[in-house]
């Protein structure tokens, strides 16, 4: 019982400016950042915390970000990778609804959607500050089936727990991974960005609560070093590349 198969799924990647990375700090630099889903083979099922971005999606409303993304790096094709099909995935847990985290789930529409219901009131009906964020709500249909991330601490299933992370945006939700015999794995999604912004707890240029941001990234912080867990960053292109990517397993 419990995870089998952890899997990291290449999105390809996007540009923004360091400033964004690390608010307010070392501005006109454009760094280009990776960006990737989970895919969990669980004894209770397949399930994928966040899905990517949709390079059409982009073109037409961040072009400025740059999105370079093959083929190969759809959702699609990603899945077909480790020999799923879109339609093997039963659930997929959005850590947040930013158009990086959501935007493969066009190719799965039979999925159930695990968030937030804040997040998802938030995405439909966003800030002006917020709009160009939640730019993709194409997993938003009549007939979509959403549950609804509440808690601050969640047992998702057997070794499987979200952790409430607000700040980046209104719910916001990080990702621990429990297997016997191995060190658990934590994925914070955007509660930060990077190596260095996760050592000197700074946040990204993005968010709904800045002062919540921080908190949620000191919470993290603690439990990775109280757990001894791996840290897997979101959006570091240098971590990116040391992660063992799908097909390749943990
Ligand atoms: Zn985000």
Not at 24 to 35: A, E, L, M, Q, Y
Not at 112 to 126: A, N, S
Not at 212 to 221: I, Q, Y
Request: glycine share 8%; charged share 25%.
């Amino acid at each position: 019982m419990g995870v089998e198969r952890v899997r990291l799924l290449d999105s390809g990647s996007l540009v923004i400016d360091r400033s964004h990375i690390m608010w307010n700090i070392d501005t006109g630099n454009p760094t280009r950042f990776p960006v990737y889903s989970v895919l969990i083979e669980h004894t209770d099922g397949l399930f994928l915390f966040d899905s990517g971005y949709d390079r059409g999606t982009v073109e037409e409303y961040l072009a400025f970000e740059e999105p370079d993304q093959t083929e190969e790096q759809t959702l699609p094709a990603q899945l077909d990778r480790c020999g799923f099909a879109t339609g093997d995935v039963d659930a997929v847990i959005n850590s947040h609804l930013h158009f990086d985290h959501c935007g493969g789930q066009r190719h799965l529409p039979d999925a159930v959607t695990w968030v937030g219901k804040e997040e998802l009131r938030h995405c439909l009906v966003p800030e002006s500050f917020a709009a160009l964020g939640y730019s993709d709500r194409v997993f938003h249909r009549p007939d979509s089936a959403y549950r609804w991330l509440e808690g601050e601490e969640i047992d998702f299933a057997d070794g499987i727990k979200l952790l409430r992370t607000p700040g980046h945006t209104i719910e916001h939700y990080s990702l621990l991974i429990e297997r016997d015999g191995q060190r658990p794995m934590l994925f914070c999604a955007d509660v930060t960005y990077t190596g260095e912004t996760w050592e000197k707890e700074l946040i990204s240029g993005f968010h709904y609560d800045p002062v919540a941001n921080v908190t949620s990234l000191r919470r993290v912080k603690h439990l990775a070093k109280r757990l001894d867990a791996d840290v897997f960053l979101t959006h570091d292109m240098d971590a990116w590349e040391s992660y063992k990517h799908a097909p390749d397993h943990y």
